[in-house]
């Protein structure tokens, strides 16, 4: 049974830091890309940032380029963003999801999910 987990999202003011983390367990970490996405109350979910199999190419979505930082850690199973430069419009509850495929093409589908964790910016 696969299982994706998040941690690390919580409130923190505006200009702040936060990392988020996500463990996958009950498949091969290692076989798939992997995505952070978010959604916000009332919008459509948005993929924030995406990373192959191997950790060798990263994608961001222009809201978010230069201010977060997608990693993995295959030996661990384990997912990371690091986020910095928070701003009010980040608020949403963010997921991690583990792609159809090992790399970031087309429009970053995902296999499987995990609950989400929410981040909350203030002013």
């Known amino acids: 049974q696969v299982q994706v987990v998040e941690s690390g999202g919580g409130l923190v003011q505006a200009g702040g830091s936060l990392r988020l983390s996500c463990t996958a367990s009950?498949?091969?970490?290692?076989?798939?890309?992997m995505g952070w996405f978010r959604q916000a109350p009332g919008k459509e979910r948005e993929g924030v940032s995406c990373?192959?199999?191997?950790?060798?190419?990263?994608y961001y979505a222009n809201s978010v380029k230069g201010r977060f930082t997608i990693s993995r850690d295959n030996a661990k199973n384990t997912l990371y963003l690091q986020m910095n430069s928070l701003k009010p419009e980040d608020t949403a509850m963010y997921y991690c999801?583990?792609?159809?495929?090992?790399?970031?093409?087309?429009?970053?589908?995902?296999?499987?999910w995990g609950q989400g964790t929410q981040v909350t910016v203030y002013p």
């Open positions: 999801a583990a792609l159809f495929s090992g790399y970031c093409s087309g429009s970053w589908s995902g296999e499987y």
């Open positions: 009950g498949l091969t970490f290692d076989d798939y890309a």
């Open positions: 990373i192959s199999w191997s950790g060798g190419n990263t």
